[in-house]
């Protein structure tokens, strides 16, 4: 699996209708820089809002998998999230003009044939991996779902369907490392029951649907009259029963159905936004239960982030001091609020700053309640990301660095005389034109007290 994100070569144009909407579609979607992740836009509402493809954002899933956010909403996204993920599109921007992706022939065949045939972009940023270190269950036991993630060290899906069916039995389907996505799934078309159908079609849904873009399932006879009032609803008066298929020949798999409930299950777990590094096992899934299941994967990767990635030692000596720090920067006291460094690479530093009652901002900030004052918490972190990308130049001690923009600030608990605070920054994306982009967080015992995520920029100082 490669380790960089890629975005596509150049951009792919779909139309068609939507499955439940019966509207005409036109579904753009283009290369997209890197760390944008998939991102929906409306280019038929006004301002053309995004809505980011993620688990957050998931707001029905009783018919496909549909995002919302500010208003803004997109239906049946996980065909085309299928193939956009799973042949390794990590950032795309993609505008339509309706709120449902078209249904094409129920398949994600001709997503993922545009996608091999127009080819693939390697971009600088390193992918985001979630690592399953432990066993994960997501389970509707009424309904007999069950979804279950081991560790594993690369990403795989074992999956299993038994709706009780004379016709479509017990099927499985499996994607392994090396698998040919486009050949193996992506042809899998999508599937119902006959007697779901009416019920559906009073729901004033599947306005779009045709015998040629689903499978339709017959598990009972079907009489004279009730196959007449099919050739009505479909317009086509040569409606047959095939196999217990309603006018379905051949299917193209004799285990279709459970690929395409694999195909799914992709698009959907793509909704979490990084890839997945362990082995699924799934029985029975459905749009809910995969997007509820990265909603707990994303609590699980939040909560994560809210614990150190480095340990510091105050035993080992430190990789730059006190007198190093002043070397590198030009904040003097009392505005150096870095004491030492103990972590640094290409892409993060680590450093502490120990609180004491001695500190020139605690005489007012507050004389019987003494806490740091929150903008000199980010401040620390800037001061420790300057460390980072300093570093970038030959000679540090000629530059500085000056804030740009500062976001998504939240502070978690006061910070206080006689704590030890631990600093980590990592950058975002690689440095452009002296441009910095780094995410900061502070802990005291570990415990998340702020973060934030911060751009600077590089400049040379005046002689």
């Known amino acids: 699996m490669p380790s960089?994100?890629?975005?596509?070569?150049?951009?792919?144009?779909?139309?068609?209708?939507?499955?439940?909407?019966?509207?005409?579609?036109?579904?753009?979607?283009?290369?997209?820089?890197?760390?944008?992740?998939?991102?929906?836009?409306?280019?038929?509402?006004?301002?053309?809002?995004?809505?980011?493809?993620?688990?957050?954002?998931?707001?029905?899933?009783?018919?496909?998998?549909?995002?919302?956010?500010?208003?803004?909403?997109?239906?049946?996204?996980?065909?085309?999230?299928?193939?956009?993920?799973?042949?390794?599109?990590?950032?795309?921007?993609?505008?339509i003009n309706a709120p449902e992706t078209p249904i094409m022939d129920g398949s994600a065949r001709e997503y993922a044939a545009a996608i091999c045939e127009t080819g693939l972009e390697e971009q600088p940023a390193e992918r985001l991996y979630y690592r399953v270190t432990e066993k994960m269950v997501y389970t509707i036991p009424e309904k007999g779902v069950a979804i279950i993630l081991y560790p594993d060290d690369e990403f795989s899906v074992s999956l299993h369907v038994d709706y009780n069916s004379k016709v479509i039995g017990n099927q499985y389907a499996t994607f392994n490392p090396g698998d040919d996505y486009a050949a193996k799934i992506s042809p899998c078309r999508t599937f119902v029951f006959l007697h779901e159908l009416e019920p559906l079609m009073k729901m004033n849904l599947i306005k779009g649907g045709d015998l040629d873009n689903a499978i339709v399932v017959v598990?009972?006879?079907?009489?004279?009259?009730?196959?007449?009032?099919?050739?009505?609803?479909?317009?086509?008066?040569?409606?047959?029963i095939t196999g217990g298929y309603l006018n379905n020949l051949e299917l193209r798999f004799n285990n279709e159905l459970a690929r395409h409930k694999l195909l799914d299950l992709l698009g959907d777990f793509a909704l979490l936004g990084r890839r997945i590094k362990g082995r699924v096992w799934a029985t029975r899934p459905g749009h809910f239960a995969n997007t509820e299941f990265m909603k707990q994967m994303k609590n699980s990767i939040r909560k994560a982030g809210e614990k150190p990635?480095?340990?510091?030692?105050?035993?080992?000596?430190?990789?730059?001091?006190?007198?190093?720090?002043?070397?590198?920067?030009?904040?003097?006291?009392?505005?150096?609020?870095?004491?030492?460094?103990?972590?640094?690479?290409?892409?993060?530093?680590?450093?502490?700053?120990?609180?004491?009652?001695?500190?020139?901002?605690?005489?007012?900030?507050?004389?019987?309640?003494?806490?740091?004052?929150?903008?000199?918490?980010?401040?620390?972190?800037?001061?420790?990301?300057?460390?980072?990308?300093l570093g970038t130049v030959p000679d540090p001690e000629n530059y500085s660095t000056y804030f740009m923009k500062i976001d998504g600030v939240k502070f978690k608990r006061k910070v206080v005389p006689g704590d030890t605070l631990q600093f980590e920054i990592n950058l975002l994306e690689p440095i452009r034109r002296g441009v910095a982009l780094c995410e900061g967080k502070a802990f005291v015992g570990g415990t998340l007290a702020c973060e934030a995520v911060m751009m600077a920029q590089i400049v040379k100082n005046k002689k």
């Open 219 to 240: 598990e009972n006879p079907v009489s004279d009259e009730q196959l007449e009032h099919l050739k009505t609803i479909f317009n086509k008066p040569d409606i047959r």
């Open 309 to 389: 990635r480095f340990k510091y030692d105050c035993r080992q000596p430190a990789l730059y001091d006190i007198n190093a720090i002043r070397r590198m920067l030009p904040h003097r006291p009392p505005f150096l609020l870095v004491d030492r460094i103990f972590h640094l690479d290409q892409t993060s530093v680590a450093g502490i700053k120990n609180v004491t009652m001695n500190e020139p901002f605690f005489v007012g900030h507050f004389p019987e309640e003494p806490v740091m004052p929150g903008v000199l918490i980010v401040e620390a972190m800037a001061q420790c990301s300057g460390i980072l990308v």
């Open 4 to 95: 960089k994100q890629q975005t596509l070569k150049a951009p792919l144009t779909f139309s068609g209708k939507g499955l439940h909407t019966g509207l005409q579609v036109t579904m753009t979607v283009k290369p997209a820089a890197a760390n944008t992740g998939i991102v929906f836009r409306r280019i038929d509402l006004e301002g053309a809002p995004s809505i980011p493809a993620l688990c957050d954002y998931v707001t029905d899933t009783s018919r496909g998998t549909t995002i919302e956010h500010n208003g803004a909403r997109v239906s049946t996204i996980e065909h085309i999230m299928s193939a956009l993920w799973t042949l390794g599109v990590d950032n795309a921007e993609i505008e």
